[in-house]
């Protein structure tokens, strides 16, 4: 999930860029004071509650970031009120598992700074939570987040555990590992005050968030495995095998548009490496290869033929990867009648929309490699045809 930081065009372009900004149409604004951009080429937004932006920064920790915001996003809707939790909480206790697998594997798993979704919503689950204000991953002062010796360290550590083939458990090497979370993350709480209550973090997320890790689901679209039925996902990042519904295409993409109809919001896993996605511009359209991603391009330009084979070729084919997660919040109509998604990033408030995206309907049939929702976002019949219980 490499976010590829262009730092010196970005410098270059940010006098041009707020030059060019037109007066901002804010669509339905929401109580945090986090505004939709429509701009001027959208009508009908519909933008649902979401927590301010935030940049994962140095790292690459864009699930927990994305999946943290929709589980603010769903707080908020069972009125729990304008959350802050903290992302690094869980970083650092999926590093753990990861290291666990990896051990256990004999190093044939992936240990990356990667992972998915639903790596965050069973990390809550099993660890709890914490608020931002309890636990914020940063020390001595830092105000930025940089994760690459942190992991070269702890890749370090992992291989010379394997290499040396001594009969130990996770007790044996554990603590060395976790000192060297500590020191670059700072040491665990095992309490911390919100709203003058101490908690700890399974308290806050069992009293507090009331947080049941059955209220989300897992989805995805692909032709290699039976509809209605859950596969574990072949992405490297899948360290844990989280298994995720298949739906067919035109049936993945209405449940994410009746969801945000609905007042929910969606974690996307997306592939961001191709030509018609671009943070800056703050827009994702599918191109042909030849296209061209740029500033002020009209949504309603046509874009190139999508259906389920040309994804399902796409994907395994390796074109199609799982390079970022995001968290989409909204949903709007062009002048012409076609569907853009509102997607917030977590690499600050970057670009043409103050690090909101706009993605059409055709990029996102193409680059979803899966989606995370509230089960309550989908209805009767369809979790009916998946075996789920409401």
């Not at 059955?214 to 039925?229: A, E, G, L, R």
């Not at 309907?361 to 019949?381: C, Q, R």
Request: aromatic content about 12%; proline content about 4%; overall charge neutral.
């Amino acid at each position: 999930m490499n976010r590829i930081i262009i730092v010196a065009l970005f410098v270059l372009n940010v006098l041009q860029v707020s030059a060019q900004r037109k007066p901002i149409n804010d669509v339905s604004p929401d109580p945090s004071g986090v505004k939709a951009i429509s701009g001027d080429w959208f009508l009908n937004g519909k933008k649902n509650f979401s927590t301010s932006i935030k940049d994962q920064q140095q790292t690459n920790t864009c699930w927990s970031f994305s999946t943290t915001s929709l589980v603010e996003s769903e707080a908020y809707k069972n009125k729990l009120g304008v959350l802050d939790l903290s992302e690094m909480y869980v970083v650092r206790k999926i590093y753990l598992e990861k290291a666990v697998n990896y051990l256990l594997r004999q190093g044939k798993a992936q240990f990356s700074e990667g992972g998915l979704g639903h790596d965050v919503i069973h990390a809550i689950s099993t660890y709890g939570a914490i608020a931002q204000s309890g636990y914020n991953g940063l020390i001595n002062g830092q105000q930025t987040y940089q994760h690459a010796q942190m992991f070269a360290d702890l890749k370090r550590y992992v291989d010379s555990t394997l290499k040396s083939r001594k009969p130990s458990t996770v007790q044996d090497w554990k603590p060395g590992f976790e000192r060297i979370l500590d020191h670059y993350m700072g040491a665990l709480p095992n309490q911390f005050l919100y709203n003058n209550v101490k908690y700890t973090p399974n308290e806050f997320a069992s009293k507090f968030l009331k947080f049941n890790e059955s209220d989300y689901v897992n989805i995805t679209s692909f032709q290699h495995h039976p509809y209605y039925k859950p596969f574990i996902i072949e992405v490297p990042d899948n360290f844990s095998n989280g298994a995720y519904y298949n739906l067919p295409l035109e049936e993945m993409i209405r449940v994410t548009e009746n969801a945000l109809q609905n007042g929910h919001t969606v974690l996307w896993d997306a592939d961001v490496s191709n030509n018609g996605f671009n943070g800056k511009i703050g827009m994702g359209m599918l191109l042909a290869p030849s296209e061209k991603l740029v500033e002020h391009m009209d949504p309603d330009f046509k874009e190139a033929a999508w259906n389920a084979d040309i994804r399902q070729q796409l994907f395994e084919n390796l074109t199609t990867q799982d390079d970022h997660l995001m968290h989409i919040v909204g949903i709007e109509k062009t002048k012409q009648g076609k569907t853009f998604f509102i997607v917030k990033n977590s690499w600050g408030t970057e670009g043409e929309y103050f690090g909101y995206v706009h993605v059409s309907e055709a990029y996102f049939a193409i680059n979803t490699i899966g989606l995370v929702l509230p089960k309550a976002a989908i209805n009767l019949p369809l979790l009916q045809k998946m075996k789920l219980d409401k």
